[in-house]
Structure formats: structure tokens, C-alpha cells
């Protein structure tokens, strides 16, 4: 049963979210509505749990945690970069309260092919799109584009981003670094951001610079750590996924260019050539 505390914790936070909402929708930011809608739709799941247990003592209608993809779908939209799933479960766990298993995230990737297959290849001729705007999508090899393992990204974000060269991992958790302050500055009175803070202490000891004492670190001065790193390694980094995006568009059908080539049909080519 949830203390009253948690209870509480969770009732802010939508309340919060819906401030940010509101607020997104009067500056007509239309990508920050989308992000925040995600985020909404899981505290709110959250929420409505967590006092069903507390009225009831014990499970009930909303006992059963947010779907898999909401919640991956919510978190990217705070990283804003590819991110590896160990992160991913971080961030669900600081930002939200959520335990996602890795055996729910296993089956994650083809399920959401499985849905985009079904909405873009069986929908009449001027039927009504079954489509969802995003999908949790893998990212993708910047030379072979197949998928990388164990790493998400959503389909809506420009091909670019999701290809993933070899300093990508570094740029990405740079920007999610940046992502997570600009978070937490501006909602500090959040209730998930002790936990957001204590993530990116973990990130800061990475970067030098960051941290100029044992004694804790300011914003600022990681961010500013992070900024001076990227611009270093950020725009070789922007060529390459620019350059391999260019060859993706040229290649693969639009399917592909989301879910990744298949070794399948590598195999398969080659087959028929020695054949």
C-alpha cells in the first residue's frame, strides 16, 4: 500500500505537467505539447494507481502499470537522443517512479513494427490512417543501418539523429546531460528531481570539468562543461550522421529507414550471388 507521501508526490506532479502543458500550448510549441503529453499520459496512469491502492488498500482497476511504449515514449521525449535501455529504466524509475523489465522492452521493437506494418499496408485507399504519430523505433549503424542493440529512439525525430557514428554515443549522453539540467532548471520544486539530480551527478563525473568539488556541482558549470566538450567532437559527429542519413534516404524504403536493415537480407543477396 502506497504511504501518503507517494500519494501526494504523484498528484503534484500531474499537476505540474498540466501547468507545463497549459503553458507549451499558449507559446504554441507544438513539439514541447507533444513531449509533455507522453509524460502526462504515464504520471497520470501513475497517479490514478497509486490512489486505488490507497483507497482500496490493495490492487484494483488502474493496478496495471503504464504500457511499455507510453513510457518509453515519454522518457525519449526528455532525452531527446537515441538512449540505451539501461538508461532508459533509469530515467522511467527517476522521473516517474515506474520499474520497467527488461522483459517487457524485449519484445518492444517488433511489436511496434508489427503496428506500423499494420497501419501503413492494410489501410484502404482513403480510409482513415490507423498510424500513431511516434513509435519507439530502434536507432540504427550509421554504415549498415541495422539496428543497434539494446539502444531506442522514436520515429519522429529526423533520420540523423537516430543513425548512430562512432562518436554518437558520446554527443548523445553530452545532450541528454544538457536535457536533464534544462529539466531540472526549470521545474526544481519538481518532486522527481532529486532523482533527476542525482542522475545527472552520475553523467557529470564523466565530463571534465563538471564537477569542481566533492562537496556537489552547480548546473551551470556542468552544463557549461558539457557544451565545451561537444564543441569539440559535435560537428564531425553532425557530417557523418548527415552524410549516412543522405545514403539512408537513397537506399531503404521508409519502413526500413525506421526499423533497420534485416541481416536477412544480407544473407540473402549474398546467397544468390555465389549461387
Request: net charge neutral; aromatic share 4%.
Amino acid at each position: 500500500m502506497p504511504s501518503m507521501a507517494e500519494v501526494q508526490a504523484a498528484m503534484a506532479e500531474v499537476t505540474h505537467l498540466q501547468q507545463r502543458l497549459a503553458a507549451a500550448l499558449d507559446a504554441d510549441d507544438l513539439g514541447e505539447v507533444e513531449r509533455l503529453l507522453a509524460e502526462l499520459s504515464v504520471a497520470e496512469k501513475r497517479r490514478n494507481r497509486l490512489l486505488q491502492r490507497a483507497s482500496t488498500g490493495g490492487g484494483g482497476a488502474f493496478d496495471a502499470a503504464p504500457p511499455i511504449r507510453e513510457q518509453v515514449a515519454a522518457v525519449l521525449g526528455i532525452l531527446g537522443r537515441p538512449a540505451s535501455v539501461s538508461l532508459i529504466r533509469d530515467v522511467a524509475m527517476a522521473r516517474f517512479g515506474e520499474t520497467i523489465q527488461p522483459s517487457r522492452l524485449a519484445s518492444l521493437r517488433r511489436d511496434e513494427q508489427r503496428s506500423w506494418q499494420a497501419a501503413h499496408r492494410s489501410a484502404a485507399p482513403g480510409a482513415r490512417s490507423l498510424a500513431r504519430p511516434v513509435y519507439a523505433v530502434p536507432a540504427l549503424t550509421f554504415d549498415r543501418f541495422a539496428p543497434v542493440r539494446g539502444m531506442l529512439a522514436l520515429s519522429s525525430w529526423p533520420l540523423e539523429i537516430r543513425l548512430i557514428a562512432p562518436a554518437s554515443a558520446r554527443v548523445d549522453v553530452l545532450h541528454i546531460i544538457i536535457r536533464l539540467i534544462g529539466e531540472l532548471s526549470h521545474s526544481p520544486e519538481s518532486p522527481s528531481a532529486p532523482n533527476l539530480r542525482r542522475l545527472v551527478w552520475r553523467f557529470a563525473r564523466t565530463i571534465a570539468g563538471a564537477i569542481e568539488t566533492r562537496d556537489g556541482f552547480d548546473y551551470i558549470t556542468v552544463r557549461d562543461a558539457a557544451e565545451c566538450e561537444l564543441q569539440q567532437i559535435a560537428d564531425a559527429d553532425t557530417a557523418e550522421r548527415a552524410e549516412a542519413a543522405d545514403r539512408a534516404r537513397g537506399q531503404l524504403d521508409a519502413e526500413t529507414q525506421l526499423f533497420g536493415a534485416t541481416m536477412r537480407l544480407a544473407n540473402r543477396t549474398s546467397t544468390e550471388a555465389t549461387g
